[in-house]
């Protein structure tokens, strides 16, 4: 079956970083683009980061931007999303879910992607 499964979610302090990853299976994900949303208390889920299928075309939201990286890895069975994050703040602190697209460029919608993992905590302290 389809699975998105997240992990590195964790605690970090203000200035850090973490790498998250998403492993992707039970769909050929190697011809997906793929994408990271966030997800903080309170607030409607958005847009992070997207990567197309062949790594050439990676786009942020502005708010991230320089300093996050989206990146993939195109295995036979298993595609495996990564997003670096650096210089965390505490309102990075949020859920963030990895989510693929059959689209060739989604665009920062949730209705482009119709694949979700479960979602991995991230929480930055000030």
């Known amino acids: 079956q389809v699975q998105l499964v997240e992990s590195g979610g964790g605690l970090v302090q203000a200035g850090g970083s973490l790498r998250l990853s998403c492993a992707a299976s039970?769909?050929?994900?190697?011809?997906?683009?793929m994408g990271w949303f966030r997800q903080a208390p309170g607030k409607e889920r958005e847009f992070v980061a997207a990567?197309?299928?062949?790594?050439?075309?990676?786009?942020?939201a502005g708010a991230v931007k320089g300093r996050f990286t989206i990146s993939r890895d195109n295995a036979k069975n298993t595609v495996t999303v990564y997003l670096q994050m650096s210089s965390l703040k505490p309102e990075d602190t949020a859920v963030y879910y990895c989510?693929?697209?059959?689209?060739?460029?989604?665009?920062?919608?949730?209705?482009?992607?119709?694949?979700w993992g479960q979602g991995t905590q991230v929480t930055v302290s000030s």
């Open positions: 990567i197309n299928r062949s790594s050439g075309i990676t786009y942020y």
């Open positions: 989510a693929g697209s059959p689209l060739t460029y989604p665009g920062n919608r949730e209705a482009d992607f119709n694949s």
């Open positions: 039970g769909r050929t994900f190697s011809t997906y683009a």
